[in-house]
Structure formats: C-alpha cells, structure tokens
C-alpha cells in the first residue's frame, strides 16, 4: 500500500561511526598504498567493502551464542549447525569451516590435480586462487548476456549450456567436477535461474560428473527465483533453495553471507570417500570435524542465521535497499550492471571513466575518488581483482566494475541516500578523475594487499 522503505526490524544497539577531514582521508589513503584494503575500518565513514562477516546479528543469534557448547569434539552446537545445513541441502557429511574460502581450499586440496578444468558460471576470487593454486584451470562459461553491463536480462548469472557440454564432450577427461555460484558475485551479483541449475545438472548426470553450488547467497538467488522465474511464485524461498541443492551433490558456503554470521562456512556432499580426504585435511588445517576452526557459539551464530535467512520479509527488504540504491544512481545517470544484483550495486567503471583504459584500473580511480571525497569504502572487481594470469601477465578483465556491497541489517536509508549521493559527486567530477599504475604486485589475490601510485 504505502512506497516507503522500512527496515522490518528495530534497532536496539548502536554503534558510532566517525567523520573524517578530507586531509584526515587524503593521509590515511597514501599511508595505505592507495589501496582502499589496507585502511584502518575507523578511518571509514560508510564501509560497502563486502557484505562478507560485517553484517549484524539479531536477538536470536545473540541469545544463540549463549548456548555454545565449546567442547572439542562432538559439541551439541555442532549437531544444530548440521541439522540446520542439512534441512536446506540435504546432503549426507556437512563439514564445518572457518570461512568459505577454508572450504574451497579443502575440497579442491581433496580432489585437484594439476591439468584438471572446473567449469563455472564465473569463478569468484578466492575461488579461482585456491583452484589455481592446484595447478587447475578455472574456466569461466557464464552466459553472453552476463558480460554486458547495460544489458536486462532477469539471470545474467546463469551457466551457458551449450559450452558447458562442449566441454565435458571435449574435456570431460579433466573436469573432477562443476561448479555453479549462486548469485555470480563476480559477475554483478546476478542470479541464476532454476531452469538453468536444472539444465546443469541434466548435463552433469550425462556426462557422470558432480555438481557443486559455490552456495554464499543462495537465499537471495532463491529469491530472484520466486520474483522472476514463471511457475515460482507461489514456492516459498526455504523450498526453491532446497530444490536448488537437490539438484547437486554437494555444495560449499561462507556462513558471512547468507548465513547471517560473522565468520564461518561449510563444506556439504555425499560422496564418503571425498569427505573422508577432506576430513583428513580438515584435521591437520582448521581442527576437528566437528568444529572445523570455530567455536561453539560460531557454530550456533550460524543455525540461528540459516533460519532467519529464508524469510521472505527479511529477503524482500534485502533486495529491495539494492534497486532502491541502484535506481537512484540511475535517475541521476551513473551507469552501473544492471539490473542491480541481490547484495550489491556495481559501478559500470568502463562506461564511467571512458578515458581511462582497464589496464589503468578505472574502477580504482572511482574507488580512490569515493573514499576522498564521501568516506566511503567499495570494492574493485576487475582488472585488478582478475587481470593476472597464471603465467603473471595481465590483460583486461571481462568487466570493470566497482561493488559497493550493502552489509545486511547495518545501515538505514538515510545511509545510503548518503551513498548515492557521494557517487553522484565524484560522477559530477569524472573527468578530472586519471588512471593509477599498481607498484607492489603480490603474485596471488594480488587486489587484497597490492599498492598503488596515480598515474601522472
């Protein structure tokens, strides 16, 4: 009935956040590298870095962490993590971790061999690292509409069949598994459709390999789902997400998103002889398998986020703050990815610096000219984030993009009319913005802690 946007929860904790000079920001940047990663959080007005461990909790998960059960091995909080994992993916060994990237580094540590190929829709950054590191090809196959900012399309994040089974055709030699990130993060934080999951699984079937959701959001693409896709609308987000798992045969997750947690993930799949040299490098990296490196009230912290996520308020605000955010910058000409993705708004960076070529890091310069001008901190992802080959050479990533992604249940709407409203003034001085040259180059996920100089 009525248009404005609510939070649909009250807030009964504050924490203050500190205004900076614009001299005070300028010293802390270039005592960080120039590399908006390397600031101080305090030095940060709005911080749209990641939504990754940095939202807030609620009453329930507090209470929650209450309840930790902080023995070593077989903790009752374990046994309500699994319970929780298991009733929305259904799949028999539910592993726990300390992140999601712990999860990707045990399973691909498990099962890779140098040679091998893991197709996905597109591979996020720790993902592709810790495939890479194996010496394994990630092979990105996300459809053609999922590279084209500007375009609408309702699942730009979806897995282009047709070369998908060229692949397993062709390669299916060296491909131990598929992968499927559900949203594609790298790719705008678009989803990916039910059909399209079930297209991926009818060819793995065929072709006899498993299929693994990279699951970090899958609330807000079971979301998407219910919102776009016809013949869904009636499912509630708890029953598409579990079809959506039901077409795979395992899955991992960093609990920091959609489990509504600040740290923790989970490895989840059925074959046993997998998860026991999984188990094994479970025990000599992150600890028992029934902790996996996080305390008990971590693991409870999570159980209590996996039920809240699914519901259907929460989710409708969630995604609503995204298009509220990017039809904002719309109005006033920004050009960002669209349509706007579940937990971000990304910077179309090459449409708003056309001056700036990508190997000069455009979406740089608009981060940098951000964080200068409103004290707000987002995220490169392009060339920086993507442009290094394994051999060490560099070319242009397949977008540049800035995220600037809205941590859950942090900020209000007055935050963010603040955002848009930063965005809008560094656009309004665009073309005085130039490009930068990166000075440290560290070899692996080189965007975390590499430093800069502008170009002059």
Known sequence: MFKTL???????TVEPIRRTTPDERRAALAAAGNNVFLLKAEDVLIDLLTDSGTGAMSA????ALLQGDESYAGSRSYFRFEEAVRNITHRKHI????????AERILFGS???PGDLVPNNTHFDTTRANVEVMGATALDLVIAEGKVPSLIHPFKGNLDLARLERVLSEDGHKVPLVMVTVTNNSGGGQPVSLENIRGISALCKKFDKPLFIDACRFAENAWFIKQREPGQSERTPLEIAQEMFSLAQGATMSAKKDGLANIGGFLALDRDDWAEQCRNLLILTEGFPTYGGLAGYDLEAIAQGLKEVVD???????????EYV???LTKV????????????????ARAFLPHVPPLEYPGIAIINALYLDGGVRGVEIGTVMFGQKPDGSEAPAAMDLVRLAIPRRVYTQSHMDYVVEAVAHVYAQREKLRGWRMVHRPKALRHFTATFEPMT
């Open 95 to 102: 592993i726990p971790t300390h992140q999601g990237r712990a």
């Open 60 to 63: 329930a998960q507090w209470g």
């Open 333 to 348: 000409g920004v050009p960002i990815l669209l349509p706007t993705g579940g937990h971000a708004v990304y910077l179309d």
């Open 326 to 328: 990017g039809e904002a």
């Open 6 to 12: 609510i939070e649909p929860f009250r807030i009964k």
């Open 312 to 322: 259907e308020d929460y989710l409708r605000y969630r995604i609503r703050v995204t």
């Open 111 to 113: 099962i890779l061999k």
